[in-house]
């Protein structure tokens, strides 16, 4: 079992396995799951968002923030919530920012109004490393799938090792004309202790045919063996980007 402590220094050595000039494309993240209450369901959550939660951001939020709802597709019994909800900032510090907007008074009513419709027993902290930009931008209100595992380095291999594999994986993806991308969710604080991985790896596809081609191509063996990583089976989810608000890539 990796402990907090853990996680917290593989995290820092991710970073420093980059030269400045080389920093990897980060954000800070946050992540929910959530069961629907009685007569609830995901349209009311989409109606919540569009009617409530965007409107109440843009006034108080001085920081981007993109989320999305996460319905889980191809699962098994493990998964026991309805929907979850994984929502993005450009650093810690203006998901801290976003987070002080929510025990204002002037945010109590929008909150009520998404405790009518669901409760969620969990909120944890990540860190979402970029390892490929998708080459269809996310629109709000658009669905994309996304494949989401866990992920842990082969013995001997480390984040020295990731990019090296990064740019085996992109070439690979850029000849088969790939569209989604990928993602690195490393645990921080109010994640599970239990966590046995280094960190949970996201990829996006922008239709399931897509993500059918690359369960075929990973069968027969057309996938790059980089000898860094090993993943367990992916749990698959349709993401609705229910906010759309664009970051400053500079802040990264």
Known sequence: MKSLVTTIIVSLLSFAAFADDHKPVSYGMEGYQCNFKEGKDLDDALNFTAKSLNPYADKNWSVPYSGFYLTPFLKSEEIDFDIAWVGFTNSHKDMG???DSWFSEEAASTFKKWEAISDCDSQGYYMAIEARAPTVPFEEGGMTIWAIRSCSFEEGKSVDDLAASDEIWNSYNDEIGFTGGVWRWWPGPGT????????LLNISYNSWEEY???????FWGKTPQTGTLSCDTPRVYTAINARNRPFNSEDN
């Open 97 to 99: 920012i976003v987070q």
């Open 192 to 199: 599970p202790n239990t966590f046995e991985g280094d960190f």
């Open 212 to 218: 059918g081609q690359s369960l075929d191509d990973r």
